[in-house]
């Protein structure tokens, strides 16, 4: 049964209970003899009850959504040791189930003791946490709504293999980069006309560095009934695309799934998504056609290039045909 199965049937049984108890649910995995348990406070904040046996401690207090704590439990009529992981910030929930189920596997098979084993989970999730609680940028939205739209595209065909096509969280020039070299470059635009995009390099539009490059842009609009971003991955999820690849990309990407961290700005529908075959010959800047040491000293580029300028795009029949050949 997965953690948040655990996480629903105990709430699902959840009752007024005294404030020095806990509601509790037993896993299914052992330490040191006695069931690993999550757990409700009379709060409704959500623990991690792992048995220790001796008595350990981690420092948690530069952790801003969860704390742990050395607690005695009567369990089973006795008295045992556990080390305590609570969320204390209910929005992170969800993301919460994803630590509880990391600490679980590792547990299985530990590598060294129990404190330690949880310590180090604790520690390997302290960014994603830390971001989980961070409101999104509206640009990063935007960005990832384009990518997820393009990663759903090119997944049809094998979405297995799709995900490691995808270049663009991991700091690739290109967003999209298949076995043979072939790249494209996703950019998303919300503008009415969506007859403009930003290049943020020279090396973006830049045929020279793949076999093949196409430009990307995906127009988008504003709509509360669009699918969110989770919702987004969810129907990736739901294809086969392997789970934790995508969510570690789509964390690299700046949002971490389940968090809540978009606040329901995270909705747009998709207008178009058209393609242009960037050759030689197509608009904008390369560092390629520079000469010699005329970007000596820029370290950053950014301009806007009219999609008026690059010509009719490729027609649905031809964007099909570019991305089943991935």
């Known amino acids: 049964m997965e953690i948040s199965e655990h996480f629903v049937l105990l709430s699902s049984g959840a009752k007024e209970f005294a404030a020095t108890q806990f509601l509790t649910r037993e896993l299914d995995a052992s330490v040191n003899g006695n069931r690993i348990l999550i757990g409700l406070d009379p709060e409704g904040l959500r623990h991690l009850f792992v048995p220790s046996g001796e008595f350990e401690t981690i420092d948690t207090n530069d952790y801003k959504s969860m704390t742990v704590k050395q607690r005695e439990l009567v369990y089973n009529d006795h008295l045992v040791n556990f080390l305590d992981l609570k969320c204390t910030d209910k929005k992170l929930n969800?993301?919460?189930e994803r630590l509880v189920a990391d600490i679980v596997d590792r547990l299985s098979?530990?590598?060294?003791?129990?404190?330690?084993?949880?310590?180090?989970?604790?520690?390997?999730?302290?960014?994603?946490l830390e971001q989980a609680g961070t409101p999104i940028p509206r640009e990063t939205i935007l960005g990832l709504v384009g990518e997820l739209t393009l990663l759903q595209m090119v997944s049809d065909n094998d979405p297995v293999e799709a995900i490691d096509y995808w270049h663009g969280p991991s700091g690739g020039v290109h967003d999209f980069v298949s076995p043979s070299n072939h790249a494209i470059?996703?950019?998303?635009?919300?503008?009415?006309?969506?007859?403009?995009?930003?290049?943020?390099s020279?090396?973006?539009?830049?045929?020279?560095?793949?076999?093949?490059?196409h430009l990307a842009v995906v127009h988008v609009r504003k709509d509360p009934s669009a699918p969110s971003l989770d919702e987004r991955i969810e129907s990736l999820l739901a294809l086969g695309t392997p789970r934790k690849k995508l969510l570690d990309l789509a964390a690299k990407a700046?949002?971490?799934?389940?968090?809540?961290?978009?606040?329901?700005?995270?909705?747009?529908?998709v207008r178009s998504t058209r393609l242009w075959e960037v050759q030689n010959e197509f608009p904008g800047l390369r560092r390629s056609a520079l000469t010699s040491g005329a970007d000596k000293g820029v370290s950053r580029v950014r301009y806007l290039l009219s999609l008026s300028a690059c010509g009719d795009p490729l027609s649905e029949n031809e964007t099909d045909q570019v991305l089943d050949g991935w």
Do not use: C, M
């Not at 060294?112 to 302290?126: H, L, Y």
């Not at 700046?254 to 529908?269: M, N």
């Open 109 to 128: 098979h530990p590598k060294s003791s129990v404190g330690a084993t949880v310590a180090q989970t604790v520690e390997d999730w302290r960014d994603l």
């Open 185 to 200: 470059e996703v950019k998303t635009t919300s503008s009415a006309e969506g007859d403009a995009v930003q290049i943020t």
């Open 254 to 269: 700046g949002y971490v799934f389940e968090s809540g961290s978009a606040e329901g700005e995270d909705r747009y529908a």
């Open 94 to 96: 969800l993301v919460f």
């Open 202 to 213: 020279l090396d973006q539009l830049d045929p020279s560095l793949t076999t093949k490059l």
